[in-house]
């Protein structure tokens, strides 16, 4: 059996246009014939590096304004509910332990979708470690056996490992992609120009 590319798909949960690619990118990645490996991580540390105690798009209200009219409009063309949470960003921290536990588990993309659903399709809260155990259970997972295995203390220091791996690898926003080959695209709308390149078909 021939071994599919990989393209990785770096995410944090407080990104609105990661939102629109999470909804979208298992099945674009297939039809391409690659796969995905999701890479959680935290993006406030690196804007913490970088002087930012809160999201750009709060910190400049015109790009802010933009950007919620930008993913309104692009969530009612690709058929996806769409509702500002309160607050903005959320605290994602919960919701990355366990999609960074769950990683490798064929239940991970399930689980970041409904993350991702909840959060920016119904404007919901991820906060709460009891928001996050009840999205697991929708996907069919143990509320309570996935939150301790995911707040144990290293999964804790994996989350820091690879938010700095993020920071070394020059991620300053989400979504982000790397190919195989280290080439780096950002943004919602480089997704299918990321699996091209992860397919061999563009260069």
Same mark, same amino acid.
């Given at each position: 059996?021939t !071994?599919r590319?990989?393209l990785? /798909?770096?995410?944090?949960?407080?990104?609105?246009?990661?939102?629109?690619?999470?909804? !979208?990118i298992e099945?674009?990645?297939?039809a *391409?014939g690659v796969?995905?490996?999701?890479r959680p991580f @935290?993006?406030?540390?690196i804007?913490?590096?970088?002087?930012?105690?809160t999201s750009?798009?709060n #910190?400049?209200?015109a790009?802010g304004r933009?950007?919620?009219r930008?993913v309104?409009r692009? *969530?009612?063309?690709?058929?996806?509910?769409?509702?500002?949470?309160e607050?903005?960003?959320q605290n994602? #921290?919960?919701a990355t !332990?366990?999609?960074?536990?769950?990683?490798?588990k064929?239940?991970?993309?399930a /689980?970041?979708r *409904? +993350?991702?659903?909840a959060?920016?399709g119904?404007?919901r809260s991820i906060?709460?470690?009891?928001a +996050?155990?009840? @999205?697991?259970?929708?996907?069919?997972?143990d509320?309570?056996?996935?939150?301790k295995?995911a707040s *144990?203390?290293?999964n804790?220091?994996?989350?820091? =490992?690879?938010?700095e791996e $993020? !920071?070394?690898k020059? +991620?300053f926003g $989400?979504p982000?992609?790397?190919a195989e080959?280290g080439?780096?695209?950002?943004?919602?709308d480089r #997704?299918e120009? =990321?699996?091209?390149?992860?397919?061999?078909?563009e260069?």
């Amino acid at each position: 059996m021939t !071994r599919r590319p990989v393209l990785e /798909f770096w995410f944090d949960f407080a990104s609105t246009y990661a939102y629109l690619s999470a909804m !979208r990118i298992e099945p674009l990645a297939e039809a *391409a014939g690659v796969d995905v490996r999701f890479r959680p991580f @935290l993006l406030g540390p690196i804007f913490q590096s970088q002087g930012w105690n809160t999201s750009p798009f709060n #910190l400049y209200p015109a790009k802010g304004r933009y950007m919620w009219r930008d993913v309104a409009r692009e *969530a009612e063309r690709r058929g996806l509910p769409f509702r500002k949470p309160e607050p903005f960003p959320q605290n994602g #921290l919960a919701a990355t !332990r366990v999609a960074l536990w769950g990683a490798d588990k064929p239940w991970c993309g399930a /689980f970041v979708r *409904a +993350v991702f659903h909840a959060e920016f399709g119904e404007g919901r809260s991820i906060e709460e470690p009891s928001a +996050v155990a009840a @999205l697991a259970g929708s996907v069919g997972l143990d509320p309570d056996g996935t939150m301790k295995a995911a707040s *144990a203390d290293p999964n804790k220091q994996r989350l820091r =490992a690879v938010t700095e791996e $993020a !920071r070394t690898k020059g +991620v300053f926003g $989400a979504p982000t992609f790397f190919a195989e080959d280290g080439e780096m695209f950002w943004g919602d709308d480089r #997704l299918e120009r =990321a699996l091209a390149w992860a397919a061999g078909e563009e260069d």
